[in-house]
């Protein structure tokens, strides 16, 4: 059996993008035709979302305050090294410096989400686990807490 060559590789992989596309001719292509009535199934149709929120701690009463926006409200001050994480998508990112913390194109669903607060005084390394449900293409800024 002879291996292709480089051009032969480019030429295979035109032919396969040219058989998934449809040439542009209007035809399904080859990956809408393997579904029932020639669309993708839903779930490869909903649009990922974004979960961001900025922590922040409340200077009157060092209330922990998570919100969206574009920086921290007034009379709050942004909490940096918070460790936010999305464990049944194993993702886990630190707040920076602004406190805001930010999981991009994440699937729609339920979740739960973990903060972490640092070491140290007066926090001690608390935790808080909230649920949420994220919709397709939604952008959910801070918790939705009632």
Do not use: H, W
């Amino acid at each position: 059996m002879r291996l292709p060559r480089g051009g032969e590789i480019g030429l295979l992989l035109l032919i396969l993008l040219l058989g998934l596309a449809g040439c542009g001719s209007g035809e399904k292509s080859l990956f809408a035709e393997t579904f029932e009535g020639g669309t993708a199934p839903p779930l490869a149709q909903e649009r990922p979302g974004t979960i961001t929120g900025i922590v922040c701690v409340r200077q009157l009463d060092g209330k922990i305050m998570i919100v969206g926006g574009e920086s921290a409200p007034e009379g709050t001050d942004p909490l940096p090294g918070v460790q936010v994480q999305i464990p049944s998508l194993r993702a886990a990112v630190q707040t920076g410096d602004d406190g805001r913390y930010t999981f991009p194109n994440i699937p729609p669903g339920p979740y739960q989400i973990v903060f972490i607060l640092p070491a140290g005084e007066p926090y001690n390394s608390a935790q808080a686990t909230f649920d949420l449900i994220l919709e397709p293409g939604q952008t959910l800024e801070g918790l939705p807490l009632e």
